[in-house]
């Protein structure tokens, strides 16, 4: 039940913000701006240095928010994660021995898929929503298409969500978003007023979706 009960949390809040730094700090801070916006979702990608001490750190922190892991490859990774605190796992493509993991601790795996093949796949090993990535090599109008045939795949869409295009991906089907530089990229510059401006203005608009 836990899995569903994360599941249902993150789509009730529609947007999942992916966080990304140079270095610990700079991700931290661009968490906390995130979460200064009103977003619950965060996914701490692995390309982060010391990511499983910032999942730690942010997950102590910010009780009210989901914390996930982003960018794991493998379920070495992924079980690193899991007993760092993070309460669900997306990958950039699908892994059976991660799927296998995150059913093991009961908890929500998002693999990246591109292909119906794919979303097939990681439905028969339990994923109940998948990553569509990148998002931008699509649009809406695919996700629209594909749930005729596939009413029952749940899709994120990561890389591509930006505000112009925010409802239509909520319109076509989309159960929530994935979105990352278009809130974060100010943070490159030390500037995490504009992301928190960006992140409220992005989390407004997935709960009108």
Same mark, same amino acid.
């Given at each position: ?15 999942? !913000? ?7 700090? *700079? ?13 619950? @979702?965060?996914?701490? @990608?692995? %390309? !982060? #240095?010391? /990511? ?8 102590? %922190? &910010? ?13 070495? @990774?992924?079980?690193? +994660? ?7 796992? !997306?990958? #950039? ?11 093991? &601790?009961?908890? =929500? &795996?998002?693999?990246?898929? *591109?292909?119906?093949?794919? *979303?097939?796949?990681? /439905?028969?090993?339990? +994923? ?11 649009? #809406?109008?695919? !996700? ?6 596939? #009413? ?5 869409? @990561? ?12 319109? /076509?089907? /989309? ?10 990229? =100010?943070? $490159? ?6 992301? %928190?401006?960006?992140? $409220?203005?992005?989390?407004?608009? +997935?709960?009108?979706?």
């Amino acid at each position: 039940m836990q899995t569903y009960q994360i599941l249902n949390e993150m789509i009730e809040h529609k947007l999942a !913000v992916v966080i990304r730094g140079e270095n610990r700090s *700079m991700a931290e801070k661009t968490a906390e701006a995130c979460v200064d916006g009103g977003v619950k @979702t965060l996914e701490v @990608t692995f %390309t !982060v #240095p010391g /990511a499983p001490g910032l999942l730690e750190s942010l997950t102590e %922190t &910010y009780h009210d928010a989901i914390i996930g892991a982003g960018t794991v490859l493998d379920s070495e @990774t992924a079980r690193i +994660a899991i007993l760092s605190g993070a309460r669900f796992i !997306v990958s #950039p493509g699908f892994n059976e021995e991660t799927a296998k993991l995150c059913n093991r &601790y009961g908890l =929500p &795996y998002l693999p990246g898929c *591109m292909t119906v093949n794919e *979303m097939l796949h990681a /439905a028969e090993f339990g +994923a109940s929503v998948v990553k569509l990535f990148p998002g931008s090599a699509f649009g #809406p109008s695919f !996700v629209k298409n594909l749930k005729g045939p596939l #009413p029952h795949i749940s899709i994120m869409p @990561t890389g591509g969500v930006s505000l112009e295009n925010a409802n239509h991906w909520l319109e /076509a089907g /989309a159960v929530m978003l994935g979105v990352g530089g278009e809130i974060t990229k =100010p943070a $490159k510059t030390g500037n995490y007023n504009e992301v %928190t401006k960006l992140a $409220k203005r992005f989390q407004n608009l +997935a709960k009108k979706g």
